[in-house]
T-cell receptor, first 112, second 115 residues
Framework: GESVGLHLPTLSVQEGDNSIINCAYS??????FIWYKQESGKGPQFIID?????DKRQGQRVTVLLNKTVKHLSLQIAATQPGDSAVYFC???????????FGGGTRVLVKP | GAVVSQHPSRVICKSGTSVKIECRSL??????MFWYRQFPKQSLMLMAT?????????EQGVEKDKFLINHASLTLSTLTVTSAHPEDSSFYIC???????????FGDGTRLSIL
């Protein structure tokens, strides 16, 4: 059967507030980073990406920040809504060709 | 654009059965597709890289004779779990690569339950 999983870190946020999700990556050779959103029972959904020659990129209500010095990536969600409740994964690409290396994930719970 | 369809979404079958899962890129061609396995409350674990027209590349610890991968066209990869047993029960997810410095796009997964 399936193994017992570790508990994902959880971020509880009030509806309307901003959310910040953090991710540390290990490979300094990675040159492309992606944030995915995964709702229960579904596959990961692409949110936003950033290349290593940038330190900030904005989308609709989302902003990704990249700090290559400390190998840190963050996702900011503005005015968090109930539909934003999901597990968020960062992923890096480039160190091993076209494979993705995923972070551990953060669960976001939006309180009404 | 970049839609990936995975089928079936759920399978329940008896131990010893072989199960085939399909992954299709609907509006683009995918030279490379990937198969992942995900346990509850965990991240995605890469099982293998599916290459169109050639053999799949398996990650360490993944049995290639257990998890057969076929990528016969630029829009279809299949994963067959052979002689499935309860320990093979899991959530299997496929993705398709869209190029250098481009994201992988994922199917909606297949929940496999072996009784």
């Amino acid at each position: 059967g399936e193994s017992v999983g570790l508990h994902l870190p959880t971020l509880s946020v009030q509806e309307g507030d901003n959310s910040i999700i953090n991710c540390a990556y290990s490979n300094s050779a990675s040159d492309y980073f992606i944030w995915y959103k995964q709702e229960s029972g579904k596959g990961p959904q692409f949110i936003i990406d950033i290349r290593s020659n940038m330190d900030k990129r904005q989308g609709q209500r989302v902003t990704v920040l990249l700090n290559k010095t400390v190998k840190h990536l963050s996702l900011q969600i503005a005015a968090t809504q109930p539909g934003d409740s999901a597990v968020y994964f960062c992923a890096e690409k480039g160190a091993a060709g076209n494979k993705l290396t995923f972070g551990g994930g953060t669960r976001v719970l939006v309180k009404p | 654009g970049a839609v990936v369809s995975q089928h079936p979404s759920r399978v329940i079958c008896k131990s010893g059965t072989s199960v085939k899962i399909e992954c299709r890129s609907l509006d683009f061609q995918a030279t490379t597709m990937f198969w992942y396995r995900q346990f509850p409350k965990q991240s995605l674990m890469l099982m293998a890289t599916s290459n169109e027209g050639s053999k799949a590349t398996y990650e360490q610890g993944v049995e290639k004779d257990k998890f057969l991968i076929n990528h016969a066209s630029l829009t279809l990869s299949t994963l067959t779990v052979t002689s499935a047993h309860p320990e093979d029960s899991s959530f299997y997810i496929c993705s398709a690569d869209t190029g250098y410095n481009q994201p992988q796009h994922f199917g909606d997964g297949t929940r496999l339950s072996i009784l």
